[in-house]
């Protein structure tokens, strides 16, 4: 397979196959900016792989495995990372009233399918189908793909699942069934990342509402640097302790 193509042309992988070069995706002015290649499969084996190269999946229904690598890439800098004063509040009150509690991979497949019930902003569909649902079930039996849930008085109502390899984080998706519950579940990953050294959170796709949440669109090559950096560390434990907050709830940037 040949890495040299034009943009009316489009990478196609066998499973095994190696990924082409990032630099080839598409550019700006093409009519899908980031698409890498089609084709391939889906294995942990494969995904891992993606990952390690700043490449991820993502099609919808009736279309070939499609992979991508954008430029710029979104990426939220753990210390970046705003809270809102009202929901720094909302939290420290739901904590202090013993209303909160916030789990690590207890219920990954209830996750990743109240994710994929839930479109993404401005979509009528979801891009988590069931291939995906069962890879990344996969990549969690694996231990490289997690879930942060939000339990509030004893119901889970809201969560994100994620990719990690090494001390890197590839945000995935989330949910919510009350008010602020993802955003409960994403300041919660940023307290672990904090504590477990690791800086920065893969976004993926550049949006209002990221950025209002502190991430930031990098250079794909300044993104890749960090990523190659990260990806040969040692993945930490993926549990969550309530002093894990303070990284969070006393910290504010200048």
């Known amino acids: 397979?040949?890495?040299?193509?034009?943009?009316?042309?489009?990478?196609?992988?066998?499973?095994?196959?190696?990924?082409?070069?990032?630099?080839?995706?598409?550019?700006?002015?093409?009519?899908?900016?980031?698409?890498?290649?089609a084709g391939g499969a889906l294995d942990v084996t494969t995904l891992c792989q993606a990952y390690r190269e700043g490449i991820f999946p993502w099609y919808s229904t009736g279309q070939p495995i499609l992979w991508w690598s954008?430029?710029?890439?979104?990426?939220?800098?753990?210390?970046?990372?705003r809270l809102a004063p009202s929901l720094r509040k909302q939290i420290r009150s739901l904590i202090k009233q013993n209303r909160l509690e916030i789990r690590f991979d207890g219920h990954f497949s209830q996750v990743i399918?109240?994710?994929a019930s839930t479109p993404r902003h401005g979509q009528s569909g979801t891009w988590i189908?069931?291939?995906?649902?069962?890879?990344?079930?996969?990549?969690?039996?694996?231990?490289?793909?997690h879930c942060v849930e939000t339990w509030l008085d004893g119901q889970l109502v809201g969560g994100l699942y994620a990719v990690n390899i090494g001390r890197m984080v590839y945000g995935e998706s989330m949910f919510s069934h009350v008010s602020n519950a993802s955003k409960i579940a994403l300041c919660a990953l940023v307290a672990f990342c904090r504590t477990q050294h690791m800086p920065l959170i893969d976004c993926q796709q550049e949006t209002p509402h990221l950025a209002s949440l502190g991430a930031n669109p990098v250079a794909r090559t300044d993104f890749l640097r960090e990523v190659q950096q990260l990806t040969i560390q040692p993945s930490p434990h993926w549990a969550f302790a309530p002093t894990h907050w303070d990284s969070v709830l006393t910290h504010r940037l200048p």
């Open 129 to 145: 189908i069931p291939d995906m649902v069962r890879a990344y079930m996969a990549l969690h039996a694996a231990g490289h793909a």
């Open 113 to 115: 399918h109240h994710c």
């Open 1 to 37: 397979m040949t890495a040299n193509r034009s943009e009316s042309s489009l990478a196609w992988l066998e499973p095994g196959d190696d990924f082409p070069p990032v630099s080839t995706a598409w550019g700006p002015q093409s009519p899908a900016p980031g698409l890498l290649a």
């Open 70 to 81: 954008t430029d710029p890439r979104m990426v939220l800098h753990t210390t970046h990372f």
